[in-house]
């Protein structure tokens, strides 16, 4: 257990990374007033919107200092490309899967990411399982395992977008830089590449900025504080919080998106299905309950 003096640091790091999955769980609903935009598009306006909103956040705190000692940190530049490199190809991977018709991989994917962290923690952080905690990831596989079945092949998207994720939540929980210099330095990465693109769709008269209706412009705009905060949020938190337990908390986003669909979207969902996100809730309460249970005053 903890050290007393650690909890506070913990709770934080456990707000902040459900706050981020939250986030990201009532994604779809930004998503609205954006269905007659490219999914390539709204990504490349992410990041470019997301580095503008990173760098003006960092001069409104006069933190300029902490992005450059972190860019001189041995070992930080290269592993931050990575990072980059990764949440790139898993923007990227989701906007190629909705543009070719492949939804149901990329909503598998979010349920196949967590147990991916999970793994990552157990067998690269060298973190420890208690049996009941086991048991939680047992039934979450088991649901996992449903959902693919269902799909009917292998989900090699899903695990493209899936991996790429958890791999970059991998690099940002052992990278020695803070959460907010850390994404400035990506997006700054990513930023020309993304700016070059629009720069494109400009030129060929594809890009929807400034064409369209004022909601979608500032849709648009606000796509760095939508895509910069829960970042922010997820990298603090998994600097604090046990990687296998992010792995499961991680569930909460997927779990949103759905009820979004249901509830929002309309959609419909087969008792089958129905079967297999059961199950992962299943997991995911067990293991909350074992975390308040561990971190109750002894």
Known sequence: MSPPADRPSTTRGYCAAVGAFAIWGLFPLYLIGLSAVSAT?????????????????????????????????????????????????????????????????????????PLLNIMLGIFVLSERLNRTQWVAVAFAAAGVACLTIIAGRAPWIALMVGSSFALYGLIRKTVSVDALPGLAIETILLTPFAAGYLVWAEATGSGVLGHSSGLVTTLLLAGGIVTSIPLVLFAYGARLVPYSTIGVLQFIAPSMQLACGLLVFGESIGAERMAGFVLIWIGLLIYVANALWRARPT
Do not use: M
């Not at 931050?80 to 990764?86: E, M, T």
């Open 41 to 113: 598009e709204i990504t490349a306006h992410r990041i470019v919107w997301s580095c503008v909103f990173a760098v003006a956040w960092i001069a409104a705190i006069g933190d300029f200092g902490k992005l450059r000692e972190a860019v001189r940190r041995k070992g930080v530049l290269p592993r931050l490309v990575a990072s980059a490199f990764f949440i790139a190809v898993n923007w990227l991977g989701f906007a190629w899967a909705v543009n070719h018709h492949h939804v149901l991989e990329v909503s598998l994917a979010y349920f196949i990411g």
